[in-house]
């Protein structure tokens, strides 16, 4: 274990991470396995992954049935190309799985390796539709502040937390964001996203991408309208609409796809993560019929956007039979059903201390927001470190959660595998109070 740190302190540079605190401390857990919605690591604490390692890891660890899949795959045919021309089944069977279960009238799909690849093809996407069909000028993307997709050049850039601007110096051009229905003001929202298509010309906009929820954000729920008024808005200006579905896709939101919560239906969508639940790499943008037939008829030669492992042979076998798994154990309703488990128990946490605000819950995607004053909603300040000091306690009781403090507010992330049974629920929730109680106790308040 020792020597696994200062290798890693000397070799590896940590995604999403401070290099200084890396390179002084080292890494704080070195994970050895996992089962079910738990984490075990080379001491054998073992944890339960309240955030599904990186809201991924949808049906959660150690599936026998992926591992065996991912086997036969490798060694009958590991990989081959998906170019041009060339094909293999894996990849046929699960672009016409997506269609299937995706909103009806997306069902052309085109592979990546992962959410930020999904998002900078389907941007690329957008603007090379807009150019074949005469009107190159709409190149614009407008999204939300707080929505978070990825790291890749142009999903960095519409990322609305800057924060993730930083090591590139600044974003590129072209990327404007609205303000977010965060705190549940649908009218306010949709007039902010009015009036930042306005403010650019409509005939300069490409495309609107948007979370069903934000989830890097906080787990910001929009209101119930809001998606109708959106898809309202962007047929009224003739702008795409691309739902990201990275975090919402397979099952997390209690529906397969995030955006059936508000019954409204995006052009494009963009996956990754729960669709082979992190197993392996592999992530897609899904078109409607529209855009794909557009790309059919009017694509003049080769469409030089394709990664090499687009439509991976052994990412889509083990993605085929991560989605069988979720429907044949119905895991899509237990993700629901959890949910709403989940939303009482943290209701009753609320109701029994005295900084926690806001609660919330979409299917097994939820929050707690930790607020000075529950009433007013009067934050804590920044200083205190509220947040961290709450998820450190938890990993004191093996607990794996992430905070949110972006803009001065405190926010408990939870995405616990969709497998996470009631008794489980119970257990990471007690543990969630008292870790909640300790830092309350800490603030002084009492
Ligand atoms: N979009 C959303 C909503 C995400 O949460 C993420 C990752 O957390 C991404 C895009 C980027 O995905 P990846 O890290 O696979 O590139």
């Known amino acids: 274990m020792e020597n696994l740190i200062e290798l890693d302190k000397r070799h590896f540079i940590h995604p999403t991470s401070s290099i200084q605190q890396q390179q002084k401390d080292g890494a704080k857990v070195i994970m050895e396995k996992g089962e079910g919605i738990y984490l075990t690591d080379t001491n054998g604490n073992v944890y339960i992954d309240a955030m599904s390692s990186l809201w991924n890891v949808n049906i959660g660890h150690g599936r026998e049935e992926l591992a065996e899949v991912a086997a036969q795959q490798l060694k009958k045919l ?31 799909v085109f592979f990546t390796s992962g959410g930020s690849e999904s998002n900078d093809s389907a941007i690329k996407l957008v603007r090379h539709y807009w150019k074949i069909q005469g009107k190159p000028g709409r190149r614009k993307i407008i999204a939300l502040k707080r929505g978070y997709h990825g790291v890749a050049a142009a999903s960095t850039s519409v990322t609305g937390i800057p924060e993730f601007w930083g090591m590139a110096g600044h974003m590129m051009i072209d990327f404007i964001h609205a303000e ?27 495309a609107f991408l948007v979370e069903p929820v934000q989830g890097a954000g906080g787990v910001l729920i929009p209101p119930a309208d809001y998606f109708k008024e959106v898809r309202k808005l962007c047929d009224e200006y003739e702008i795409l609409f691309i739902a990201d579905e990275i975090i919402t896709g397979f099952g997390r939101t209690g529906k397969m796809f995030g955006m059936e919560n508000w019954g409204a239906t995006p052009d494009l969508m963009t996956f990754a993560k729960g669709v082979t639940s992190g197993y392996i790499p592999l992530g897609g943008v899904v078109v409607s019929d529209h855009i794909h037939n557009v790309l059919k008829e009017k694509s003049k030669g080769t469409l030089f956007h394709g990664f090499t492992y687009s439509g991976h042979p052994t990412a889509a076998a083990v993605a085929l039979k991560n989605i069988e798994i979720i429907e044949h154990e119905n895991l899509i309703e237990n993700s629901r059903k959890m949910g709403e488990v989940l939303l009482k128990s943290f209701k009753m946490v609320k109701e029994n201390l005295d900084i926690v605000g806001d609660v ?64 489980q629920i119970n257990t990471l929730v007690e543990k969630l109070y008292d870790s909640v109680l300790s830092v309350q106790k800490q603030l002084g308040v009492t």
């Open 78 to 108: 590991a990989f081959s190309s998906a170019f041009s021309t060339f094909s293999h089944e894996p990849a046929i069977k699960l672009a016409e799985k997506i269609a299937t279960i995706s909103p009806t009238g997306l069902n052309a």
């Open 180 to 206: 977010s229905p965060y705190g549940g003001n649908t009218e306010k929202a949709i007039a902010s996203l009015r009036q930042v298509i306005e403010d650019e010309g409509p005939e300069n906009i490409a």
């Open 360 to 423: 919330r819950t979409i299917g097994l995607l939820g929050a707690v927001e930790l607020v000075q004053n529950p009433v007013t909603n009067k934050r804590f300040a920044q200083e205190l470190n509220v947040a961290p000091r709450v998820i450190e306690a938890l990993y004191e009781r093996g607990v794996i959660c992430r905070p949110v403090t972006f803009n001065g507010t405190d926010i408990i992330c939870f995405a616990p595998p969709i497998v996470i049974d009631n008794e």
